[in-house]
């Protein structure tokens, strides 16, 4: 098998390279993300490698098909960015990585809660100039509030066993719930109407599209913290916005950003930002936003890159792959 792997940085030759030589797969590192003009890149390949904010639409299939590829290899959870659908009615397969870390994603949104309560990004640098003063750095005890929890699968799970040994209150909603599990399941309504923090660990879907937006803003508890570590597109960010300036929200600690595809993972610190409702959250002095990071642990790399690797491999064999999306 020849493939092309796209959008590559320093971190993923790190793990990939190695494991992709052992296996015998022939691979192209490119540094570029996959559109139709680069699809050419992948021209003698049988696959192509891409990540989360790779926009895989009709037109970069069709290219990819008439450049006979049969493998398109997501090295993430989500595939909202692909039309697979699309991609399996031109013979294309399309596998991902479902799993590879639920404790790296839900620990860095207990981490960003933690950082943007007690203040801790702005203490750092206060006394980094030997300002010690505690003045503006007031947080609340997390022990006795109450979380909602919005999806219950692998991460939200492990963030819910966090937040319980915080000794907080959780109320969880799934469409699917957890069977034989512990987990106090309620209402959307509830959870909106009743937590002082809640946090979204739910996929990228239609009906999940702007989740929260104006509407739901309007129901939340006073001074309420939205946690994001899942999809951007789960929140309308302008009407997010709206909702910190109007101080109906009380904070929001964003890795996702529903329109991150243009900024995200690259060094745009030379460049004035067109997006204005991403600048003025990132202004606010109770948002913190991380660059989509939270999946960036040593040992969720090692699996994202290991589950590739058999994905590739099954395919390679004729075998089925169990992670292939139909």
């Known amino acids: 098998m020849r493939l092309a792997f796209f959008d590559t940085k320093p971190y993923d030759r790190e793990v990939f390279e190695p494991l992709l030589k052992a296996s015998g797969i022939e691979t192209i590192f490119y540094d570029t993300r996959i559109c139709q003009d680069d699809c050419i890149l992948a021209s003698g390949c049988d696959a192509v490698c891409v990540f989360v904010n ?9 290219t990819l098909a008439e450049y006979k590829v ?10 909202n960015n692909v039309d697979y659908k699309y991609a399996n009615s031109k013979g294309i397969k399309v596998v991902r990585v479902p799993a590879y870390s639920p404790y790296a994603v839900a620990e860095h949104a207990m981490a960003l809660l933690q950082t943007l309560n007690r203040k801790i990004h702005k203490a750092y640098i206060r006394t980094r100039d030997f300002n010690f003063s505690l003045n503006g750095l007031t947080g609340f005890d997390l022990h006795g509030k109450t979380v909602g929890v919005i999806g219950t699968g692998k991460i939200g799970r492990v963030f819910i066993d966090i937040c319980k ?9 799934d469409k699917f719930p957890a069977e034989g599990s512990d987990i106090n399941y309620t209402s959307l309504e509830e959870i909106y109407k009743e937590a002082d923090i809640i946090s979204f660990h739910c996929p990228l879907t239609e009906e999940t599209l702007h989740m929260f937006n104006r509407g739901t803003i309007n129901r939340v508890k006073d001074g309420v913290v939205i946690i994001n570590t899942s999809r951007g597109a789960l929140i309308d960010a302008e009407a997010l916005l709206l909702g910190i300036r109007s101080r109906k929200i009380g904070g929001a600690c964003l890795d996702v950003y529903e329109e991150e595809a243009e900024y995200f993972y690259e060094d745009r610190s030379g460049n004035i930002i067109d997006d204005d409702t991403l600048s003025r959250l990132i202004s606010m002095p109770n948002v913190i936003v991380t660059s ?9 790399l090692g699996n994202i890159a290991a589950t590739t690797v058999e994905n590739l491999l099954a395919i390679a064999s004729g075998k089925e792959s169990a992670n292939e999306v139909v």
């Open 54 to 62: 790779d926009e895989v639409d009709r037109k970069v299939i069709d």
């Open 70 to 79: 049969k493998v398109i290899a997501l090295r993430c959870a989500g595939f």
């Open 165 to 173: 040994g915080y000794g907080m209150k959780v109320l969880a909603y």
């Open 292 to 300: 989509h990071q939270a999946f960036l642990t040593k040992e969720a």
